[in-house]
């Protein structure tokens, strides 16, 4: 008995002093990347985020942090001696790993981990994340966006991270589950559908469900005086609007032309890939709108500015729509294949406004072939953005990447035909449904169906600094860059 202790004991301080030298040679802090050209620090290496389960408590104030729990649940993909998480603009108060409390701190816009225990390779592990999730600061910096009656959410392009710690780059989705704490006078909802409520007191929580992997890009929760609106859409799928409740009545023109726009986009493309639809309207002053999965994000003016023609309106609302196929369920794999979504989407929205709206497409087309050659000496070819201005993430999105990028997808269809881009689109969308993809992927199916080599085709137009000659339009020509626009 005597002997077995003292083994036991000497096995305990030689693995006390194994863990004291392990602790002593890690580096300090650091916030790491995945290595993403625009966005290097995005992003963190060595695990795979299988899902979040998000826990917020809002007391009636959207100036004042929320109270929030994050729980997720990943497998390593390496042994991990530190985990880095994204967070940034809240307060962590307590982590824990596997279920047992770690050593944290904060290093840039990362949460550095540190497990009381390695995390073996190839590994389950839950990291449970009790912070603050503030809603103040700069609109432009995305993340929770203030409106006049609560909140809702903006995280494109690298903006979750404000809101709840994560994997926050596109390549690494995930299901969600949000559960969120209210005032029960005030509506709670969430990407996904819902799947619970309980009202306790004075307050209520909502919880929602995703029933499809997501970026973290595309979270939304929007909390708020608001109405839902429910109905149907094609082959019985349930759509849900939310509105502003005072403007129910006003938006309901809007709202009741969803059902169709889901019937055009099947028809292009093939069923629509998730559980629910919406329109989420909001009373706030964003600049843009937004595809948050399942709950495409609108400005309130977007439909109350009567300087915007009715086709218009009804195009943007395609647009983002459109997104839920390509970009959505079909997510870019780096920030550098982001024209495969906005440029499908303007496109999808180009062609709706022609069969729906006599906005003659060709036109259209030959407008942005002749701004092209500026929008790439502004922002980069289509497959290869200039980075984002220091401080404007949001300045990513600039002109090349919408009708600049739609105008390639023109192309592509003058060069292999229509009925093969056609064929293509619906391969597209179908291969890589609730996955992830590359312009090389695209590109490399689009050469199959061809049955041809495209490699000439798309290193001009994806990557070459000057528009190449549009295929059955040789007398189209392009505007020289200006001072301001060269690089």
């Given at each position: 008995m005597l002997h077995t202790s003292r083994r036991r004991l000497r096995a305990a301080l030689l693995a006390a002093a194994s863990a004291t030298l392990v602790a002593a040679v890690l580096p300090p802090p650091t916030p790491l990347g995945i290595g993403d050209a625009l966005f290097p620090q995005l992003g963190n290496p060595g695990y795979d985020v299988l899902a979040y389960d998000i826990g917020f408590t809002y007391r009636g104030s959207n100036s004042k942090p929320l109270d929030a729990v994050t729980r997720i649940d990943a497998q390593a993909t390496r042994r991990l001696d530190r985990v880095n998480l994204d967070f940034a603009h809240g307060t962590v108060r307590t982590v824990e790993v596997n279920g047992r409390p770690a050593e944290f701190a904060t290093a840039g816009e990362d949460l550095v981990i540190d497990p009381a225990d390695a995390v073996p390779q190839s590994s389950r592990m839950q990291i449970t994340v009790t912070h603050t999730s503030d809603p103040t600061g700069r609109p432009s910096t995305g993340g929770w966006v203030r409106t006049g009656d609560g909140l809702v959410m903006a995280n494109q392009a690298d903006a979750a991270h404000r809101v709840f710690p994560s994997n926050d780059h596109p390549a690494d989705k995930a299901y969600f589950t949000f559960r969120v704490t209210a005032p029960k006078d005030l509506t709670v909802v969430a990407n996904g559908v819902r799947v619970a409520k309980a009202a306790a007191g004075t307050a209520a929580t909502w919880t929602y469900r995703t029933a499809h992997p997501m970026a973290t890009e595309l979270?939304?929760?929007s909390i708020g005086r608001s109405a839902v609106i429910n109905r149907q859409g094609p082959h019985g799928l349930p759509l849900r609007d939310v509105v502003p409740?005072?403007?129910?009545?006003?938006?309901?023109?809007?709202?009741k032309r969803t059902p169709g726009h889901l019937e055009w986009m099947e028809q292009k493309v093939g069923p629509y890939p998730f559980e629910t639809y919406g329109v989420l309207i909001a009373d706030a002053e964003t600049g843009y709108e937004l595809e948050t999965q399942t709950l495409s994000l609108f400005e309130r003016g977007l439909f109350a500015n009567d300087a915007y023609p009715e086709w218009y309106i009804d195009s943007v609302m395609v647009h983002e729509l459109a997104h839920h196929w390509f970009g959505n369920s079909v997510t870019h794999r780096t920030w550098s294949d982001l024209w495969l979504n906005e440029g499908h989407a303007s496109w999808y929205e180009a062609v709706y406004a022609e069969e729906k709206a006599q906005q003659s497409l060709e036109e259209r087309m030959r407008a942005a072939y002749r701004q092209s050659d500026r929008w790439r000496a502004a922002g980069g070819p289509p497959a290869a953005p200039a980075p984002p201005e220091q401080g404007q993430k949001i300045?990513?999105?600039?002109?090349?990447?919408y009708d600049g990028s739609s105008l390639v997808l023109y192309a592509l269809r003058q060069e292999i035909g229509k009925s093969a881009f056609e064929r293509l689109e619906r391969q597209w969308v179908h291969l890589h449904a609730d996955g992830t993809a590359s312009t090389q992927d695209f590109t490399s199916l689009a050469a199959r169906i061809a049955g041809r080599d495209l490699t000439a085709f798309f290193k001009g137009w994806l990557y070459g600094q000057r528009?190449?000659?549009?295929?059955?339009?040789?007398?189209?020509?392009?505007a020289a860059p200006t001072a301001s626009t060269a690089p």
């Open positions: 979270a939304q929760v409740a005072a403007d129910r009545t006003k938006l309901e023109p809007w709202l300045s990513l999105f600039r002109p090349v990447l528009t190449p000659a549009m295929p059955g339009h040789p007398e189209w020509r392009r």
